[in-house]
C-alpha cells in the first residue's frame, strides 16, 4: 500500500473509532462513573477510593529521526523511546492517556506535566469524595508502580 493510502485509512479508521465510541469512553469520568469505580475495587481488592492503576510503558522508537534521539533516550532502554501515562480502572477502561513531551524521559517527569495533575491543581478533577477507616477524603487516588496489591 502506498504511504498516502495507509495513512488516509488509518485516519478514516481512528475517525470512524471516534464517531462510534467517542461520547461513552473518551471522556473524563462522571461523578457516577466514579462511584461505580469506588465499589468495584472496594468489593474486590478492600480498597476504597482507588480510581484506577496508573503508569507509564516504553514504546521504543526505531525510526526517531537522528537529531531527537537523545532527547528520546535514557540510559536503561536500548535507545530512543515515547512514554505513554495511562489510567486504568478495573474494568480496563482508558480513562487518561497521554504521551510524554521531549526530553521527559522518566515518569516523574511525565506526571508532572500531564493533565491528569494540571486538573488536580486546578480544582478540574472530577469531585467523588470517600470514607476510609473513618476518615474524609475529597479525592480519589490511583496506584503506582510497585504498589499493586498481591491479590490484583
Not at 530512543?80 to 489510567?87: G, K
Not at 469531585?127 to 503506582?144: E, M, R, T, V
Request: net charge negative.
Amino acid at each position: 500500500m502506498a504511504e498516502k493510502t495507509t495513512r488516509d485509512s488509518l485516519e478514516h479508521f481512528c475517525g470512524g473509532i471516534i464517531d462510534v465510541y467517542g461520547a461513552r469512553y473518551l471522556r473524563t469520568p462522571t461523578w457516577e462513573d466514579l462511584q461505580k469505580i469506588y465499589e468495584v475495587h472496594n468489593a474486590k481488592h478492600g480498597l476504597p477510593g482507588m480510581i484506577g492503576s496508573i503508569d507509564c510503558m516504553h514504546w521504543r522508537w526505531d525510526n526517531c529521526p537522528t537529531a531527537w534521539r537523545g532527547q528520546h533516550t535514557r540510559g536503561d532502554q536500548k535507545g530512543p523511546t515515547i512514554i505513554l501515562q495511562a489510567v486504568a480502572s478495573q474494568d480496563l477502561w482508558v480513562w487518561s492517556a497521554y504521551f510524554g513531551v521531549v526530553g521527559s524521559c522518566n515518569d516523574i517527569n511525565v506526571f508532572e506535566q500531564s493533565p491528569l495533575l494540571e486538573e488536580w491543581i486546578s480544582g478540574k478533577a472530577p469531585k467523588a469524595s470517600f470514607y476510609a477507616n473513618g476518615n474524609y477524603y475529597p479525592h480519589g487516588y490511583y496506584l503506582s508502580d510497585g504498589i499493586y496489591p498481591s491479590i490484583l
